[in-house]
DNA sequence: TTGTATGCGTTATCAA
DNA sequence: TTGATAACGCATACAA
């Protein structure tokens, strides 16, 4: 039960003071080379750590961030956390991992602990909050990024990134329209989240702009996972029987409708198309192979965590950044 | 760009020192009912929140603990992740996660970091560093669980938590014996993961004690990943196009391995038969259905977090718990 | 190039 | 029940 070294030691080893050995740990200028060298060598001898708290305390910077996601189970935010943790490791930042369920309440927990731990930047990905709440919890850090949110009034240091929902829906149902399909069905997210919204939305667009009339009796909604993918399709296709194509909020919805109607006999592309949404690792996995819209979420974990640290950099960045899905056609549709 | 409150601000208002606001704050007795109620009043009135980083400096406990994982986009790791995060959560707890790419130095640069940074716990998740080098990290926390991973000599603070790999390969082998497989081959997983050689080493005894003579030229090894699970089943297979059983690290090499297996044209289970390791969703998703080793990783995580933060309670506690593997038996052997 | 004094926000300890 | 003082380990600002 060793007691951790403090500069306080190197220095009376050095023979200085803590100033000096703050200085040469922190490779500032003000040290001789000499000086500099002997007290490296010391620290390394006794294996001195600086104490990130003493020193977050004394500068205002803890070098770490809050990364809030619904579910780092979920393929798609287990990569997305992946990328943000290795452009972390890149600039010498750990990050703070917490998942919110989808509740509320829990999250705002989580910003109120990332807050008082003084991170220097939250990722939000797909936040539940209301916005009025969600301006005031945000505006407190000195920066965050948002996943797949944004503010209505552009608010300081908080940039967004965006996938184009809209967009990938239009996509979805074009193809489907192509192909000749009549009875379009959507299962749609979470109602409170904005993805599901947008997502239907572009849904709904896409037939006012094919001039096709719409059935809002084809949309459902589901948890975005396989199980309650799986049990809204049964209940969409018990009802209407009729539907010969689905695009789905999301591949894990889109792989639990897939699996029942697999399991009712129904023949994939030929009697019912699916298409999914974000190109999870279960898309390829699973036979008929889905087709869905692909993003690429390494790249973009990296690119929010490259963003946020850039952001307390530069004075002025943009407010939105838009991230435009791409239409990976496979098997199922 | 407001300032953030501190127990001076409240002490000010409240007409009272810091010491009583925060005997308040704490829920420490010492404060008369009606000053302690003024004084939370006012804390919420100004959104006092305490500022952890000076508290942490002042009780030298942090209430956050690391997690470091291989690579938390390996569902395996994801449902532990969850479990831990969870528990966390239950316990007032904020985790670190950090992933090593099974990279000793990285692994190593986490460590330090994480120690540097006062963690209260550490969560080692399949840790590749050498002996030595693992029980000098390990030492200088206060608590540590590993996962799939102990040390040789029982050391203060460090709980393992194992899987029996010994047991899982030996149920593997034994059911491909029953099932009257003849050329059994295993692909192992990466050379310096215990599991790895656990398993291997598994495997190795069931022919021992089946009284089978073992060929070695039937063993390969892998990344833990579907491509080189692929890549692997290609080499094992076109140097002995005669295996009819195939028992893979984990789950995600038996996927690849899967994936090529059907590529080449051969029925599984019927021209050969496949086990994995883990139970991860992939396992259900992909046809033919998986038969795997099964563990409830996020169960195991709650699992761990709870370890851990009774280990520091309690003086006296378990130093290796070992969890058994369930062969789930499902379509592809 | 090196040192001194001071403060970051909180809690521990001892005194009133 | 409340308060004064010191301490946690480090960095900033300024002085030598």
Redesign the pocket.
């Known amino acids: 039960v060793k ?9 009376d080893i ?13 490779h ?9 060298q002997k007290i490296l060598d010391i620290a390394k001898e006794i294996d ?14 803890t070098m770490t961030v809050g990364l809030v996601v619904p579910d780092n189970t979920n393929p798609f935010f287990a990569q997305i956390a992946r990328g943000v943790e290795d452009q972390a490791y890149e600039s010498g930042y750990n990050i703070f991992l917490i998942n919110t369920s989808e509740d509320t309440h829990r999250e705002l927990k989580a910003l109120d602990s990332l807050w008082g731990r003084g991170v220097d930047g939250l990722i939000l990905c797909s936040s539940r909050l209301p916005n009025h709440q969600l301006k005031k919890q945000v505006e407190r850090f000195s920066a965050t990024v948002m996943l797949n949110r944004e503010l209505k009034i552009p608010t300081r240091n908080v940039i967004s990134i965006n996938l184009h929902d809209v967009r990938a829906a239009q996509l979805a149902v074009t193809y489907f329209f192509e192909h000749k399909r009549r009875r379009i069905a959507h299962i749609s997210g979470p109602a409170n989240s904005i993805s599901a919204q947008k997502r239907l939305e572009g849904f709904k667009i896409a037939f006012t702009t094919a001039n096709i009339p719409f059935d809002d009796q084809l949309v459902e909604s589901s948890a975005p996972t396989i199980e309650s993918g799986h049990d809204t399709a049964r209940k969409l296709l018990t009802a209407h029987p009729d539907v010969d194509a689905i695009y789905a909020f999301n591949d894990l919805v889109a792989v639990g409708v897939l699996k029942y109607c697999l399991e009712i006999g129904k023949r994939i592309p030929e009697d019912i198309a699916i298409i999914g949404n974000d190109d999870i690792p279960h898309a390829t996995i699973i036979q008929p192979k889905l087709t869905t819209l692909h993003y690429n979420q390494y790249y973009i974990g990296q690119l929010i965590m490259r963003t946020l640290v850039e952001s307390s950099m530069k004075a002025a960045s943009p407010t939105t950044i838009l991230i435009e899905p791409e239409l990976y056609i496979r098997e199922s549709a």
């Open positions: 007691k951790r070294a403090t500069l306080a030691d190197v220095a050095a023979g200085v003071t803590m100033m000096t050995v703050s200085r040469a740990i922190n500032k200028s003000g040290v001789s080379a000499n000086m500099r001195y750590q600086p104490n990130q708290i003493a020193r977050g305390l004394a500068t205002n910077q």
